[in-house]
């Protein structure tokens, strides 16, 4: 059974910083394609970053130069550093774990960007 548990979101000025983490249960974390995504009210969900086994790195464009992925594979976790936050970063935030057809989601965790 693969559990993800996110953690870290809240509430943070804009400009701020936020890190999340999303700790996995189950053997996937080592052969699997991490990822952060969001959704917004009344929006669909949107891909953040991504990070495969070997450490590569994609990036959406409205977050690139902001915001750094990461994992460590000794603790099954993967991180999210968050920075120069701005408003139109107030989502729910998701993390998932990708390998060929398998795809597994956490339950979220909310960052609200405001002053």
């Known amino acids: 059974q693969v559990q993800l548990v996110e953690s870290g979101g809240g509430l943070v000025q804009p400009g701020g910083s936020l890190r999340l983490a999303c700790a996995t249960s189950?053997?996937?974390?080592?052969?699997?394609?991490m990822g952060w995504y969001r959704q917004a009210p009344g929006k669909q969900r949107d891909l953040v970053a991504t990070?495969?086994?070997?450490?590569?790195?994609n990036y959406a464009g409205s977050v690139k130069g902001r915001f750094t992925i990461s994992r460590d594979n000794a603790k099954n976790t993967v991180y999210l550093q968050m920075n120069s936050l701005e408003p139109e970063d107030t989502a729910v935030y998701y993390c998932?774990?990708?390998?060929?057809?398998?795809?597994?989601w956490g339950q979220g965790t909310q960052v609200t960007v405001s002053s």
């Open positions: 990070i495969t086994r070997s450490g590569n790195t």
């Open positions: 998932n774990a990708r390998y060929v057809v398998d795809s597994y």
């Open positions: 189950g053997s996937i974390f080592s052969i699997a394609t």
